[in-house]
């Protein structure tokens, strides 16, 4: 690994050093420069975005759903960030050092006609390059958006509204959805385990995770499990595990709950009461 690390580092150097020295300076640090600035615009963006989410910044929900998932999908700004460079090569391409018309002998003619022959060479290999790579973005779509499907949840039914959900169906370490209905409404929540800790020890509570299956800033849109990880359907939000139920960003909507003997036991009321404070 470090050989082959090693080697590319010094392929990478030798064609630096070739290429700086066929290309003026102006046009190279022009180029490094609208690169620096997408750069730039890409920090700034997840800056709002992470600000917004962490609610010092007033947010909406269609600000979160148009700014989430380009922030989270780093590789909308790689290809973005990537494709302003094959452009700006190319231009540098296209601009030859010696023109046909001007050459003033056939060897000259010869030495032009060869490198038009490279460039063309040079923009069909960067075309199926970019190619390759909005195909592997569009595969990357179709997939995040397979994966967003609407989640599947279990119906259950509260007994003296109350709901019992047993432990051992949600000791798994995955996300687990339910619905229960109140009135002529229903409403969905999730239950996760929490990683072991000292404090979950201590208080069975803190071994689990109890929210509804929304949020304050972008409503009952709902979560998907993405490692250890609950990320936002809508804004693309991602949510560290053990902090589901507390206040704040896209963070779920906390239930009150009790762990009793095998099971987590939940009040109905709370659920519609705590509903009330997500946004249609």
Known sequence: MVTRGLAAA???GLFFFKGTVKIPLHRFFAATTVILWLVSAQLAITGLHELSEARWLPSSKQEMAFIGPIVRNELFFFVFIFGAAMLLILREWLTPSTSKD??????????????????RRWMISASVACLAVILVLTADFIYARATSAPPSSRAVAAAADLIHIPLAEVQDGSLHTFTVKSGTQDFRFIVIKMPQTAQCLQEPSKCWGVALDACRICGAEGYRQDGQNVVCRHCASAIYIPTIGEAGGCNPVGLPFQVEGSEIVVNVSSISHAFTEVPK
């Open 102 to 119: 001007t050459a003033t002998n056939e060897a000259e003619q010869r030495l032009y006609e060869a490198q038009r022959r490279r460039q």
């Open 10 to 12: 010094i392929a990478v």
